[in-house]
């Protein structure tokens, strides 16, 4: 996994709630049995209207999302992540995840962050001011702060686990795998 | 010992190692397996060389992208695609030694139909599928909850997981319902009051009496829909209902060890004094059959009731979902359900396709007609749901109706076989997500029971099915 440290961005603005994992990827572009080119149907049917975000001008530069609440709810396709991160984005700000989702993000590399209503807010109020202004993302601070505005840096929460998993790049199944005496020992005690 | 939740009793039993500051290592019992969400799980074991560590736990099976017509030459370029997926998961299972219930198994079916049906669910056991309705089998008190693919590579590697502890969240439910009214709407009623993230970070425990008086379908059907609510999980404490259900089914225990499991079984239940974290409450009394008329599953209201308004929506994000909702469905507020014009109905999914669903539709269909213009699917969720309903004459009630008797398998629940809805079109669905372009792009859901939705298919319009007459013209 390719570790996070500190993102600096544009960011691409679809402010929704719930948006769930058919609506990232339809089921449809789940027919594969790799992972590649998933990011060409990232939100595939959202995208036929032409003013959907993603198309705007320099949205393909972001590696930024900023969604509403609960975003990625639904179905456990691990292929959601995929596709944003194979699209290139490597962080999703929203005011809260779904469960799956964010365990899959967290694997891909791909940090999700929850901020609280004003701080979200914030964001979205500096994107639409200025569709140029930059997002850093700070995973070892815990921090988003807004380029050129000195007021606007906000703590978010992160599992301890999951931080230290993004930051070093660690690989959860070679960690996994470690406790391969432990895993012994429980099969002898629950056959 | 401190008195613990039926979620503390499994997850405790299941701890294999816990260190300090990292998520636990929790040995999983069962693992299931379908055709989307592995290829990548086995290709990763294959990079690293692994091999499946307990294949004698890990069964597959195929439903998401199988053809439900028989015999159907591939002739949809989507279900084309699917076939690549099956293949690979035909030679995935060869490779490891995995029994793969395939297309000419008598056993194949909707994973978490076939799960409980073959007795593989046990209470007290730790259950994953790479699919978020693993939720289904915590209907027998068990820990089962949908992974991602990276996850599916853990276990099928590990036999194990990392997992924090999630909170308990006590959904008590207690009175008698109504005639008409079924667990789907139940299930429903429940979502509409706490939302789709209404329980995110939580595990549900199922309580009170009309969780306790439901057969294990209706429990299924409860807890298959736990995850619309966000839960992780969703579980109800095994009783006597669940014995008789499980006792000699194919994977169940036998003789003394069925003994001795029913009694260690009993044990699974929340202790007095245990606390939750927190606890709500409905009255199944006041529930009345529901329908989602929305694009998620906790836009739901009484059928006879009226599409809300967006105005009357006090949280922000909230209001513009539901405004965006209606302009998708095409629906204005304040406008009744009752009435409206439908396309198809399809009856199936594994929230509402095991042998009682289908017992429920084919008690309105007797006798009516599919009205004309409509396409009615109805899509057993097993063989062995087949089988049974043959056995009963329930698809000759369904085709004298004038519906389409289909082969087993999840069919237009995600229309990636083929099976789906035209930009459009509305559909009365018994499946679990009315999400946008969820049942085909453009397609419109309404979410409902059996009942409702084979109500619409004999009349064509959304259908109170209790004001039908009993009997048919
Ligand atoms: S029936 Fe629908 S919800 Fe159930 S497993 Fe199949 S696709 Fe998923």
């Known amino acids: ?191 | 010992m401190a008195p613990r939740t039926l979620y503390d009793k499994i997850w405790d039993a299941h701890v294999v190692a816990q260190e300090p500051d990292r998520p636990a290592v929790l040995y999983i019992d069962l693992h299931l397996v379908h055709e989307v969400t592995s290829p990548q799980a086995f290709a990763g074991l294959r990079t690293r060389g692994l091999r499946v560590r307990r294949p004698d736990r890990t069964f597959a099976t195929m439903d998401h992208s199988v053809p439900t017509r028989r015999g159907l030459a591939v002739v949809d370029p989507a279900a084309a695609a699917g076939e690549a997926q099956l293949r690979t998961l035909a030679a995935n299972c060869s490779e490891h030694g995995i029994t793969l219930y395939d297309m000419n198994s008598p056993h194949q079916g909707i994973v978490h139909v076939i799960g409980p049906e073959l007795g593989l669910t046990h209470p007290g056991s730790t259950i994953v599928c790479g699919d978020s309705h693993t939720s289904t089998h915590g209907a027998f008190g068990a820990l089962a909850f949908g992974i991602g693919t990276s996850e599916v590579e853990h276990v099928l590697a590990a036999q194990c997981l990392l997992q924090q502890r999630a909170r308990t969240l006590e959904i008590r439910i207690d009175g008698t319902r109504a005639p008409g009214v079924t667990a789907k709407d139940v299930v429903l009623a429940l979502i509409a009051q706490i939302g789709v993230a209404g329980a995110t970070g939580c595990v549900i425990e199922y309580t009170g009496s009309a969780i306790r008086g439901l057969d294990m379908e209706g429990r299924m059907t409860v807890c298959n829909m736990s995850i619309e609510a966000g839960a992780r999980a969703g579980m109800i404490a095994p009783d006597d209902t669940t014995f008789a259900y499980l006792a000699g089914r194919e994977h169940a225990p036998r003789g003394a060890a069925w003994d001795a499991a029913v009694e260690r079984w009993r044990a699974l239940r929340t202790d007095d004094g245990a606390a939750f974290d927190r606890t709500v409450t409905l009255d199944a009394r006041a529930i009345e059959p529901m329908i989602a008329f929305g694009t998620h599953p906790g836009m739901g209201i009484a059928i006879t009731a009226r599409v809300p308004s967006p105005d009357a929506t006090a949280d922000a994000g909230q209001r513009a979902a539901l405004d965006r909702a209606l302009r998708y469905m095409g629906l204005s507020p304040g406008e009744p359900l009752l009435g409206r014009p439908i396309d198809t109905v399809f009856i199936g999914s594994c929230t509402n396709a095991r042998i009682g669903d289908l017992r429920d539709a084919a008690r309105v269909m007797a006798g009516r007609k599919v009205a004309a213009g409509v396409q009615a699917l109805v899509v057993p969720g097993s063989r062995a749901v087949k089988r049974q309903a043959e056995a009963e004459g329930l698809d000759r009630v369904f085709l004298d109706a004038g519906a389409e008797w289909r082969e087993p398998g999840c069919s237009m629940c995600i229309a990636m076989n083929g099976d789906r809805l035209e930009p459009g079109q509305y559909a009365v669905s018994t499946s679990n997500r009315n999400f946008e372009g969820r049942q085909g792009p453009g397609g419109r859901t309404f979410l409902a029971s059996p009942l409702t939705a084979a109500a619409a298919a004999v009349t064509g319009r959304i259908t109170d099915a209790r004001t039908l007459t009993q009997e048919p013209r």
């Open chain 1, 1 to 191: 996994m390719t570790p996070f440290t500190t993102l600096e961005s544009t960011v691409v603005v679809l402010p929704l709630d719930d948006i769930d994992t058919d609506q990232i990827i339809p089921a449809r572009f789940l027919q594969g049995t790799d992972k590649v080119g998933l990011g060409d149907h990232l939100f595939a049917d959202c995208g036929r209207n032409p003013d959907f975000p993603l198309h705007a001008i320099g949205a393909r530069l972001a590696k930024i999302l900023v969604a509403g609440a609960n975003f990625g709810c639904g179905s456990s396709r691990e292929h959601a992540a995929w596709a944003l991160v194979d699209r290139g984005f490597r962080a999703v700000i929203a005011r809260s995840f779904g469960d799956i989702f964010r365990q899959n993000a967290i694997k891909n590399g791909l940090l999700p962050v929850a901020l609280d209503a004003d701080a979200h807010a914030r964001v979205i109020a500096a994107r639409a001011a200025d569709p140029r202004c930059f997002v850093r993302v700070d995973l070892p601070a815990q921090r988003v702060s807004i380029a050129g505005d000195p007021t606007a840096s906000f703590g978010f929460a992160i599992d301890r686990f999951a931080r230290h998993c993004l930051i070093n790049g660690v690989d959860e199944l070679g960690y996994l795998l470690g406790f391969e005496d432990r895993i012994t020992d429980h099969e002898r005690r629950h056959p």
